[in-house]
């Protein structure tokens, strides 16, 4: 295992720099809001600890990129940012992710909940869940997995004909397994920066995906018609368990991240950090590290005692009530699972600490 520790005067560059508007501009953060900023460069930090690489299939080891501190995300000219007009995230369900039409709107309301504490200040809208169908896109069955999979390039064309007109971006989610093109075995995403689109899937996140027994796999071998989109009718989505949930929260808010003009974090141990692989995706904070933290901050005006506490009230939500009418039977098991959570609460309640002391 390798740790890439950079020295204490590297970090506070990164994130406090040494251009004097900046640094005027840090000191205007409050006292603690400042005691936590800094715990970016306490070598001791039991918050913020340095990236560790695993193996050399990850992520920073197979994709060198450049680091983008505070100082060059703030100027750069090319990024999006969201303004009064175009100032809404809107999430866009392609496909079932459940049994039934109820686990969809109550798993959605989750991710909009979660969405809305993280990108504090910025409202998130769930569009109508759309069948497969209705995106005319191309599927197939994969070769080796034997699982259908719809193509993401398609998805984006379609999310960009239903954008609306006050969305800062909209980003497509859905259960199905994603191919780029016909040569590609998958891909987990694909998105626009500058078009302020995405489409993510969270299929290969079901723990049982890459068993022998995985209930999505087809065992029809007849050849499929393209216009003919029943083949989606009933077709398997895994169960919402807490880890998937988890694993969505991290892949929904990393990408919106990427379309803030975001760039993979190699600073610290954060949600940024560039993942190759599931374990290593697993591996990485639900939360962004001092350094992104600034730069989100700088976009969205937030308080971040504010986006703490929202971050932890959801957390601590487990029952979901929107949906007074239901029956009880009906409401039963759908209360959100947070199980999985628990390390980003107690960090969260570390982060409240210092930001309350
Ligand atoms: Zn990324
Ligand atoms: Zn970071």
């Known amino acids: 295992m390798k740790v890439i520790k950079h020295p204490e005067e590297v970090l506070k560059a990164a994130l406090i720099s040494k251009d004097t508007k900046l640094v005027k501009l840090y000191e205007k953060f409050q006292p603690n809001e400042k005691r936590l900023l800094n715990e970016a460069f306490q070598p001791e930090s039991l918050l913020f600890k340095p990236i560790t690489l695993h193996s050399e299939s990850d992520w920073i080891s197979s994709h060198p990129e450049s680091t983008q501190d505070f100082a060059q995300f703030y100027h750069d000219s090319r990024r999006n ?7 809404r995230i809107y999430v ?31 409202p998130v809208k769930i569009l109508k869940p759309v069948p497969v169908s209705h995106t005319g896109c191309a599927f197939r069955v994969n070769e080796c997995t034997h699982n259908l999979q719809i193509h993401a390039g398609h998805l984006l064309n379609y999310l960009k004909k239903k954008k609306p007109e006050d969305a800062f971006c909209i980003v497509g989610v859905t259960m199905i397994d994603l191919y780029p093109k016909d040569s ?25 995906f890459y068993s022998a027994n995985y209930r999505g796999v087809l065992k029809t ?3 499929l018609d393209p216009a003919d989109y029943t083949i989606f009718d ?12 988890l694993r969505s929260c991290k892949t929904l808010t ?7 003009g975001l760039r993979h974090c ?48 959801w957390m601590e939500e487990e029952e979901n009530t929107p949906e007074a009418d239901l029956s009880n ?28 002391q």
């Open 184 to 208: 590609w075995n998958f891909v987990f995403g694909q998105a626009s920066l500058t078009e302020g689109m995405g489409i993510f899937s969270f299929a290969r996140y079901d723990s049982d």
């Open 221 to 223: 071998a007849k050849k």
């Open 329 to 356: 039977q009906a409401s039963s098991g759908l209360q959100k699972p947070v199980k999985a959570f628990q390390q980003s609460y107690d960090w969260v309640a570390k982060c409240l600490d210092i930001l309350q």
């Open 266 to 313: 190699q600073w610290l141990q954060c949600v940024m950090q560039g993942s190759n692989h599931l374990e290593e995706a697993d591996r990485r904070p639900l939360d962004l590290c001092p350094i992104c933290l600034r730069k989100l901050q700088s976009v969205l005006g937030f308080n971040i005692l504010g986006r703490y506490k929202a971050l932890q009230r």
């Open 234 to 245: 009933g077709y398997y989505t895994p169960e919402i368990t807490s880890k998937l949930l």
């Open 81 to 87: 940012t969201p303004t009064p007009q175009k100032n």
């Open 254 to 260: 990393h990408e919106i991240g990427h379309i803030f």
């Open 92 to 122: 866009q369900p392609i496909g079932s992710f459940g049994d039934s039409r109820i686990s969809t709107d109550v798993y959605m309301k989750w991710l909009q909940d979660y969405c809305e504490a993280f990108f504090c200040g910025l």
